[in-house]
T-cell receptor, first 119, second 112 residues
Framework: AQKVTQAQTEISVVEKEDVTLDCVYETRDTTYYLFWYKQPPSGELVFLIRRNSFDEQNEISGRYSWNFQKSTSSFNFTITASQVVDSAVYFCALSESLAGGTSYGKLTFGQGTILTVHP | NAGVTQTPKFRILKIGQSMTLQCTQDMNHNYMYWYRQDPGMGLKLIYYSVGAGITDKGEVPNGYNVSRSTTEDFPLRLELAAPSQTSVYFC???????????FGPGTRLTVL
């Protein structure tokens, strides 16, 4: 069975600090996808990034960066110079494994990390 | 494009009542999903559909039913509501498996 663990339940930082959100996953398959979603206080879910299991390159998008390490089954998310608008719940998710060549895109979510950025 | 829309936004049910949560997407996506989010928890998959007429159970299907008669609509039916179904329900769609899923704004349901 697949599993996603976000061990940090809540993180509190002061504006302009860097912050890293951890994500550890478990899967038996070699082909899979990992996602990060943001849920601001308004409640909607916003897609941030998708990474496939064959691409271990780190990615940077503005103040956001992601570090994917298959050796440790981790897909960590770093926000540089955090801002108050970054305050949200962040979810890491794993797509269902590709079994028998068939996939339906079902996601397994971690429990989320609540990030609070204070001015 | 409106994306994924859900109605209602809020609803309070009494134990034993039934209701249908509506979900519509205008992106011509084949893949649609229903998740529930309990307080302080991540989302859990209830049902999903890979196209009109094709649905299947997710991780937590008990107490729910779905149908998919058109590409656009994917309603979720609650029969005999129970307090354990108090949650926020999200509908999502995607163009293909492994693509990003687009989420609706959610329906907050309370069963008393």
């Amino acid at each position: 069975a697949q599993k996603v663990t976000q061990a940090q339940t809540e993180i509190s930082v002061v504006e302009k600090e860097d912050v890293t959100l951890d994500c550890v996953y478990e899967t038996r398959d070699t082909t899979y996808y990992l996602f990060w979603y943001k849920q601001p206080p308004s409640g909607e879910l916003v897609f941030l990034i998708r990474r496939n299991s064959f691409d271990e390159q780190n990615e940077i998008s503005g103040r956001y960066s992601w570090n994917f390490q298959k050796s440790t089954s981790s897909f960590n998310f770093t926000i540089t110079a955090s801002q108050v608008v970054d305050s949200a719940v962040y979810f890491c998710a794993l797509s269902e494994s590709l079994a028998g060549g068939t996939s339906y895109g079902k996601l397994t979510f971690g429990q989320g990390t609540i990030l609070t950025v204070h001015p | 494009n409106a994306g994924v829309t859900q109605t209602p936004k809020f609803r309070i049910l009494k134990i034993g009542q039934s209701m249908t949560l509506q979900c519509t997407q205008d992106m011509n996506h084949n893949y649609m999903y229903w998740y529930r989010q309990d307080p302080g928890m991540g989302l859990k998959l209830i049902y999903y559909s890979v196209g009109a007429g094709i649905t299947d159970k997710g991780e937590v299907p008990n107490g729910y039913n779905v149908s998919r008669s058109t590409t656009e609509d994917f309603p979720l039916r609650l029969e005999l509501a129970a307090p354990s179904q108090t949650s926020v329900y999200f509908c999502a769609s995607s163009f293909a498996p492994y693509n990003e899923q687009f989420f609706g704004p959610g329906t907050r349901l309370t069963v008393l």
